[in-house]
C-alpha cells in the first residue's frame, strides 16, 4: 500500500514502526510481519509511505486510513499491491473507489485462490484502455505509460529486478527491494490513471461546452 508522506527519508529507509525481525528466509514458511518504508524516492521530490503486511488487523487499520483519505474525494483512485489476508469488503467496493490494474490476469487468478475477487463492474485494465503514443507496441507496459504520462523516472522501473529478485515474491518476510518495487508499481498506475482520468474528464467536459450554443454566445460577449 503506497501513501505520500510530507517527510522525506534516505530512500527506503525502514521507519522505526517496523517489527524487529531476524531476516532468516526459511523456504515455504510464512512468517507474521508488518514492516514501513517511510522516504522511498520516486520522480522529483515525491516520496512514499508503503506498509507491507501479513496481518489482517494492521491491514485493516492501513484501509481505514485510506477510507479516510479518500471519503472526500469521489471517485478515488488508490494503488494498492497488498499482502494482507481480509480485503474481501474493500475489494467489492462500489462507489468510493474506482479499482485500476495492470494486466493483472495472474493476480486475480491469486485472489480467486484465497476466495478473494476484485469488483468487475468497478475495475479497469489500464493497458486496454490507454495507448501510448511513442510506442509501437500492441500493449505497452507499466512502465511505458507512467515515463509517458508522469515522468521519464518510470521508464527504467522494471529494470531495477531481475529473474533471481522475482523468484522472491514468496518469501516471507518480503525484502525491502521487493516492498519498494512493489509500491513505485503501485503509486506509478494510480498516479498513472489519475493522471488520465482527469486529460480525459477535461476533454469530455470541453466537448460538452462546445456544443452548447450557449457557450460561444458567452464568448462573444466577452470579445465584445
Not at 66 to 87: C, N, T
Request: hydrophobic residues 30%.
Amino acid at each position: 500500500m503506497a501513501e505520500e508522506p510530507s517527510a522525506k527519508r534516505h530512500h527506503g529507509e525502514t521507519s522505526n514502526k517496523s517489527s524487529n525481525l531476524v531476516d532468516i528466509h526459511v523456504p515455504g514458511e510464512k512468517r507474521e510481519y508488518t514492516k514501513m518504508l517511510e522516504g522511498v524516492e520516486v520522480h522529483g521530490k515525491e516520496t512514499l509511505e508503503i506498509v507491507c503486511t501479513s496481518l489482517p488487523d494492521k491491514a485493516d487499520e492501513v484501509m481505514s486510513r485510506l477510507r479516510m483519505k479518500g471519503g472526500g474525494l469521489y471517485p478515488s483512485f488508490i494503488g494498492v499491491d497488498v499482502e494482507p489476508k481480509r480485503l474481501k469488503d474493500f475489494l467489492q467496493e462500489e462507489k468510493l473507489y474506482t479499482f485500476v490494474g495492470f494486466s493483472i490476469g495472474s493476480d486475480k487468478r491469486m485472489l480467486k485462490k484465497s476466495g478473494l475477487e476484485i469488483n468487475p463492474n468497478n475495475f479497469i485494465d489500464m493497458q486496454r484502455k490507454w495507448k501510448d503514443p511513442k510506442t509501437t507496441k500492441y500493449y505497452d507496459s507499466l512502465a511505458d505509460v507512467a515515463g509517458g504520462v508522469i515522468h521519464p523516472f518510470y521508464e527504467g522501473m522494471k529494470k531495477k529486478m531481475d529473474r533471481a529478485d522475482h523468484k522472491l515474491w514468496g518469501t516471507s518476510p518480503l525484502p525491502d527491494n521487493l516492498i519498494t518495487y512493489a509500491g513505485i508499481d503501485s503509486y506509478a498506475m494510480y498516479k498513472s490513471w489519475k493522471t488520465i482520468d482527469n486529460i480525459v474528464t477535461g476533454w469530455d467536459i470541453s466537448k460538452d461546452q462546445e456544443a452548447d450554443p450557449y457557450y460561444h454566445c458567452n464568448f462573444a460577449d466577452e470579445d465584445a
